[in-house]
């Protein structure tokens, strides 16, 4: 299962809407794709510019459409971290519902909001956390309630939990105050190599930019 699988899964309550707005989830998912290549060896960041290392297939037909799509850039202008979020972002959320639909882990209903306003649910396919989602969840626990190294899939997990706040919801039981100093140490631990780490910063710039543009859009049209 890819990252940006497990994202998701994290991201929506056993209700099957999501636990966060649009914008962090969204960009949540561009960052996780970036990460699975580069966990993957497939990609790297020089001089702040996303390039290709492999360009063989994952496996996984999402992240290798991505792959593509970066070294067609490339071959012109390779582009930094942050694009490649932004880009990921826009179509990336309902391409991994259809898949955790169509393998079952989730599956999809619609209703009416006070019978009048169209909504689709996501809700777990077989009436309880998927089983994915729960050895996520015990990873991550692990991680944070622990003080060691953390080994890099987990670890990338938790830096996205904390790069789009999300740890709020995941880690809902624990000390705010530990949870987000032990994220910080993990999302800057060596426990990858450099171009996830990089990777990982410039999600986390990215978010800001999408909230702070965001935020200035909706104050310029009140004003």
């Given at each position: ?125 077989q009436g309880t956390e998927p089983a994915v989602e729960t050895d996520a969840r015990q990873r ?50 060596e426990w990858a190599a450099k171009a996830v780490r990089a990777t990982i910063e410039e999600i ?20």
């Amino acid at each position: 299962m890819s990252l940006a699988e497990e994202f998701l899964l994290l991201a929506y309550a056993d209700d099957g809407t999501p636990l966060t707005d649009g914008m962090h989830l969204d960009n949540g998912l561009g960052g996780a794709v970036l990460l699975d290549l580069a966990m993957a060896s497939r990609i790297d960041v020089v001089d702040k510019r996303v390039v290709v290392l492999n360009a063989a297939p994952t496996g996984e037909p999402l992240v290798d459409q991505a792959l593509e799509r970066i070294g067609r850039a490339s071959d012109d202008k390779p582009r930094k971290p942050g694009y490649w979020v932004s880009k990921f972002a826009q179509d990336t959320r309902p391409r991994v519902l259809e898949k955790l639909v169509a393998d079952r882990v989730l599956t999809m209903e619609k209703d009416r909001v006070l019978g009048v306003f169209p909504r689709t649910r996501y809700p777990a396919a077989q009436g309880t956390e998927p089983a994915v989602e729960t050895d996520a969840r015990q990873r991550m626990r692990v991680a944070v309630l622990g003080d060691g190294t953390v080994e890099p899939r987990t670890a990338a997990l938790c830096a996205l939990v904390a790069a789009t706040e999300l740890d709020r919801k995941v880690f809902a039981d624990l000390d705010r105050k530990r949870v987000k100093a032990r994220l910080q140490e993990i999302s800057q631990g060596e426990w990858a190599a450099k171009a996830v780490r990089a990777t990982i910063e410039e999600i986390q710039s990215a978010i800001l930019i999408a909230i702070v543009a965001a935020t200035t859009t909706g104050a310029g049209a009140s004003s």
